[in-house]
């Protein structure tokens, strides 16, 4: 089993809906979780960490369950700018901070 | 976040030759790392490179083949020794940095787009 599983998708939005996927992890220890964003043929950029409380930041919306050991990302009103691969990123609860990458999902945004 | 610089930023070689990859940061950071990102899959740590001690390798990668030196706290190099084919990928070296609520946030430097003839 992958400790990072994600939908590899692609998932197909219209321009201005709304577009959910999960990330689920194995290790219960994991104390940090990230949204990568990594467009064709460059390197991640970090788009959100994701806190307990779940956050937000503009259009897009971060949540945990640590007792399902999963994370979310919610992008809102998509733009066509946002047709990207997104990475789930768990630390391994290593105190040096080892992160373990998911596969990516991918997010194709139409017009 | 630290503005990060990797060194080529694409090459072609020969199977059976080496590769260094430079890394530069512009802010002193205590821990470096190299990961590789093959063809259509996600990336996977190759080792921690911490100033003034021997590397630290993840399974399935050794120093013999990829020897890295982490001579200062802002440079670090990745060699990628006698490639093959297999090589082929995009090396990224990235730091940590100083989140306001977590930890461990990573930043990525544009990467080494490597290919081996």
């Known amino acids: 089993r992958k400790e990072v599983e994600q939908d590899p998708g692609p998932f197909n939005v219209p321009e201005g809906a709304t577009v959910a996927f999960n990330c689920t992890y194995s290790n219960s220890a994991s104390q940090s979780f990230f949204w990568y964003r990594q467009d064709c043929r460059k390197e991640p950029k970090l788009l959100m960490s994701?806190?307990?409380s779940g956050n937000e930041d503009g259009r897009f919306t971060a949540q945990l369950n640590r007792a399902s050991q999963y994370i979310s990302l919610l992008i809102r009103d998509s733009k066509l700018s946002d047709s990207a691969t997104y990475l789930c990123v768990v630390n391994t609860g290593d105190s040096w901070g080892k992160l373990q990458f998911g596969a990516g999902t991918q997010v194709v945004v139409t017009p | 976040s630290a503005v990060i610089s990797q060194k080529p930023s694409r090459d072609i070689c020969q199977r059976g030759t080496s590769l260094t990859i430079q890394c530069q940061v512009d802010?002193?950071?205590?821990?470096m790392f190299w990961y590789r990102q093959q063809p259509g899959q996600s990336l996977t740590l190759i080792a921690t490179?911490?100033?003034?001690?021997?590397?630290?390798?993840e399974s399935g990668f050794v120093i013999d083949k990829f020897p890295i030196s982490r001579p200062n706290l802002t440079f670090s190099t990745l060699t990628v020794s006698n490639m093959s084919p297999e090589d082929s990928s995009i090396y990224l070296c990235?730091?940590?940095?100083?989140?306001?609520?977590?930890?461990?946030?990573?930043?990525f430097g544009p990467g080494t787009r490597l290919t081996v003839l």
């Open positions: 990235s730091v940590e940095g100083a989140g306001p609520k977590t930890y461990n946030e990573q930043f």
């Open positions: 490179a911490n100033q003034g001690s021997e590397a630290t390798y």
């Open positions: 802010s002193q950071v205590t821990m």
């Open positions: 994701v806190y307990s």
